[in-house]
């Protein structure tokens, strides 16, 4: 059924709700400059590098830094981030995304992760799913950012199979485009009118069903 070879997941946000530390690791931040943030400027954050994200918040504070004070921001948000993560378990996986992950590997498909935080390999242990992902793309093996194609590319060649028999998945605007670009079909986590680029939407990884996903894919082509 189907030719869909590969399935390449975005970490945060679709397998486990780390958008939602780096959220509240961003906004610690943010409070401390006296620069408003709330989660509509944060969506603009999503699947975007560390520093691109910092350097949209510095925008907002109408200052200038310089380099120093920047890689020190960024380090401070890190060390944020890096605390909420600490306690991250196996719970932790998003209701539904271990079953499909399990399913697509039953069918044969090779699957991937496509993430754009440095942290990625720690959090993939924590919640002890590497045995799940036939290869793992994150932000140090890759130049250009999301909505660059680069890190989905980088990830299809890694499995080797054509990007056109790829799925990708993400809950970030900037990585469905990443999606697109690279010529995958693009399966978005969220919100419609965020993620409408994508050729299925979804609200939760509860929803996704390889069943479904054959048939979105097949009526694409
Ligand atoms: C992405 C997240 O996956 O990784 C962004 O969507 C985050 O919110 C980015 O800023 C970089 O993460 P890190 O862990 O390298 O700072
Ligand atoms: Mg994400």
Redesign the pocket.
Known sequence: MGSIKAVIF????VITDT?EY?FLAWKKLADDLDVPFDREFNEK??????ME?LELILEKSGKTFSVEEKERLASRK?EH?RTLIQRITPDDLLPGIRGFIKEIKKEGIVTGLA?????APFVIKRLKIEDLLDTVVD?TKVEKGKPDPEIFLTATKQLGVEPAKCVGVED?KAGVQAIKRAGMFAVGIGDQNTLSEADWIVSAPAELSLHELYQRYQNSN
Do not use: P, T
């Open positions: 975005d970490l945060d946000g958008a780096h954050l999503k699947g975007i590098g560390r994200s890190n981030y993430s754009a935080s440095k942290n932000a970030a």
